[in-house]
Nanobody
Framework: QVQLVESGGGLVQAGDSLRLSCAAS????????VGWFRQPPGKDYEFVAQ????????YYSESAKDRFTISRDNAKNTVYLQMNSLKPEDTAVYYC????????????????WGQGTQVTVSS
């Protein structure tokens, strides 16, 4: 069993950077791939990025590619999402989630979720 807690959200201006953290508790964290999703106001969840169990591979949505970087430190049971050049359309609640699947953007494949952290980007 894995419990996830996100942190690092906040209010920033367009062009700024933020680093989100996803801290996990549980012994089996390194056996899960971890993804970041977001839910903009009034919209559905969107896949943002996923990182493999070892951290050697990362996958991104088109909107996140080239601006966001996902990484993990299994010794610290933490996954990070570095977000650069933020835009107002990045405004959303950001969630991290864990999956046993190899690579998936499908929401229902993720079995463990954090409570979310708000990111607001002003223009």
């Amino acid at each position: 069993q894995v419990q996830l807690v996100e942190s690092g959200g906040g209010l920033v201006q367009a062009g700024d950077s933020l680093r989100l953290s996803c801290a996990a508790s549980g012994r089996s964290f390194s056996s899960y791939a971890v993804g970041w999703f977001r839910q903009p106001p009034g919209k559905d969840y969107e896949f943002v990025a996923q990182i493999s169990r070892s951290g050697s591979s990362g996958y991104y949505s088109e909107s996140a590619k080239d601006r966001f970087t996902i990484s993990r430190d299994n010794a610290k049971n933490t996954v990070y999402l570095q977000m650069n050049s933020l835009k107002p359309e990045d405004t959303a609640v950001y969630y991290c989630a864990a999956t046993s699947a190899f690579f998936t953007q499908v929401l229902n494949d993720y079995t463990h979720w954090g409570q979310g952290t708000q990111v607001t980007v002003s223009s």
